[in-house]
């Protein structure tokens, strides 16, 4: 366990990574197995967005439909999940489209933990403390019930920690890379992506004293591909170029029920971070601010198109804890940690 404490991020054996990766992968098709044999994603009213998913691994690109939330172009979870489609036998009565998703959804899910557990390492030079934050986030409320359950925030989630990480070490000229991606992944990605470059710019530039010209270059290359993809996907599902901005209107769904149901939003909203913010708060500090500031402040332009959607409390706990659900489960565990050792040392 000692020789754990000092594996560098860039420079761990590959053994190492393949190891864990496949333990977390392991721990998750247990996890998701519900949607295997239990129920069918399509045919739950709360799950609709995966009729237009299940379509995309069943019949793959041909037949784009257009849908004006974009859910018909998110193609990155879909496209594995359409390889694993082709490749994998009938395994008994499992659904073969759900368990697709389900394969997916497991790497994706194993690498969000794999990064996270590394990351805990990096941040508090502690091997227990990334494994605890490993289970905090498989075991929460939103990778069980969403991230595995048959939806693409698990590679939303992925490509939002990736290009956290590849900012946070100065790998700029991955960005543009992550960036295309992560448009596919989920069109939101798109806003994530300018206001996280402008936080992150905006604090190297200050702490530097000096503007940084290679970030500055990479992140404005990676918000010119990022459109570049958003108006391509929405030329492939409606025909004709759709302005950003016409689009987040379109989604415009009456009075949001934050304001019409303050009290039921709360409540929904709790089933994620009831438990993990109290536990998070005094872990934080633990967290560079190089590395966390960018990623709230991506935050906030999520929640207001969220709002103007009119998602509900659960809606808010997914793109919430998407964006910093694994920077939380750190810091809930290095607070964990923390009590521990006070404990057993007093």
Known sequence: MASLMKIDFWQSNPISYFAIFSLFFLMCLGLGYPTLN????????????????????????????????????????TGLARLVYLVAPTIGTWDKTSFSMLVANSCFVSAIACLTYFMAIKFSLNAQTGLIACFLLLLNFQTTNIFLAGLVEAGFCLMILLFSILSYYGRYFLLPMIAFLGVLSKEVFLP???TYSFCFILF???????????????????????????LYL??????????????????????????????????????????????????????????IFPIIGSLVPLIILGTIASISGNGYARVTFTVIGPILCIAAAANIQQLISKRFTN
């Open 38 to 77: 239990r129920f069918y994603p399509p045919d739950l009213n709360q799950l609709s967005d995966t009729v237009l998913y299940f379509n995309i691994v069943e019949n793959g690109f041909s037949n784009i439909t257009a849908d004006e939330y974009g859910r018909s172009t998110r193609f990155f979870t």
């Open 204 to 230: 190297v530039c200050y702490e530097e004293k000096k503007l940084v010209w290679p970030a500055i270059i990479s992140f404005v290359s990676s918000c010119v591909i990022g459109i570049a993809c958003f």
């Open 192 to 194: 994530f992506l300018i």
């Open 234 to 291: 929405k030329f492939l599902a409606f025909g004709s170029v759709i302005n950003p901005m016409e689009h987040a209107e379109n989604l415009r769904k009456g009075i949001p029920p934050v304001f019409s149901d303050p009290f039921g939003t709360l409540f929904r909203f709790s089933y994620v971070f009831i438990w993990l913010f109290p536990l998070a708060l005094p872990g934080l500090k633990n967290i560079p601010r190089k590395f």
